[in-house]
T-cell receptor, first 115, second 109 residues
Framework: GAVVSQHPSWVICKSGTSVKIECRSL??????MFWYRQFPKQSLMLMAT?????????EQGVEKDKFLINHASLTLSTLTVTSAHPEDSSFYIC???????????FGQGTRLTVV | GQNIDQPTEMTATEGAIVQINCTYQ??????LFWYQQHAGEAPTFLSY??LDGLEEKGRFSSFLSRSKGYSYLLLKELQMKDSASYLC??????????WGAGTKLIIKP
């Protein structure tokens, strides 16, 4: 299967700071990228969907000004958690899908802890 | 509303067979996926069904009945490393993935 690289794998930050998470498709062009959040023992919750070159579509209840998504190229999308708070601590996972792909491929996930 | 149901937890014995069921009610249907997720890791793709019937891939098989809104994942010759959560996801008419809460599978020696 195709490879999606997500970085960093884990990050600890102070309340009020911003954290950027990168998601790269290494061997295919990702026309669509998805960002998920997963709290312990819960399923994946879709935060937003982004298509290359256009603004991300956010799910209801997700603050677009807090979770900034940039999908500037066909191989890179970034999620920036701005002014992070402890309640933002979670496992963030990206997935990417090419135009001809049936499935989306997941990055390794980023464990964010806000202290 | 859209809904995916799967059991919360199942226990099975090493070497045995286990079947994890998934029922769904979604706005349209464009395929059903099964993913495996080990604790602290991202999900990994196991199978994809879009037509009725059984898809076999090694020790894992997945079945779909669209008329019943039902799928199952069958795991044979269970190994300890199969202990994980198994997520059922359905792609709806908008090509959005609707996720089940996952089934935690515990394998005992």
């Amino acid at each position: 299967g195709a490879v999606v690289s997500q970085h960093p794998s884990w990050v600890i930050c102070k309340s009020g700071t911003s954290v950027k998470i990168e998601c790269r498709s290494l061997d295919f062009q990702a026309t669509t990228m998805f960002w998920y959040r997963q709290f312990p023992k819960q399923s994946l919750m879709l935060m937003a969907t982004s298509n290359e070159g256009s603004k991300a579509t956010y799910e209801q209840g997700v603050e677009k000004d807090k979770f900034l998504i940039n999908h500037a190229s066909l191989t890179l999308s970034t999620l920036t958690v701005t002014s992070a708070h402890p309640e933002d601590s979670s496992f963030y996972i990206c997935s990417a899908r090419g135009s001809s792909e049936t499935e989306a491929f997941f990055g390794q996930g980023t464990r964010l802890t806000v202290v | 509303g859209q809904n995916i149901d799967q059991p919360t937890e199942m226990t099975a014995t090493e070497g045995a067979i286990v079947q994890i069921n998934c029922t769904y009610q979604t706005s349209g249907f464009n395929g059903l996926f099964w993913y495996q997720q080990h604790a602290g890791e991202a999900p990994t793709f196991l199978s994809y069904n879009v037509l009725d019937g059984l898809e076999e891939k090694g020790r894992f098989s997945s079945f779909l009945s669209r008329s019943k809104g039902y799928s199952y994942l069958l795991l044979k010759e269970l190994q300890m490393k199969d202990s994980a959560s198994y997520l059922c996801a359905v792609r709806d008419s908008n090509y959005q993935l609707i996720w089940g809460a996952g089934t935690k599978l515990i394998i005992k020696p």
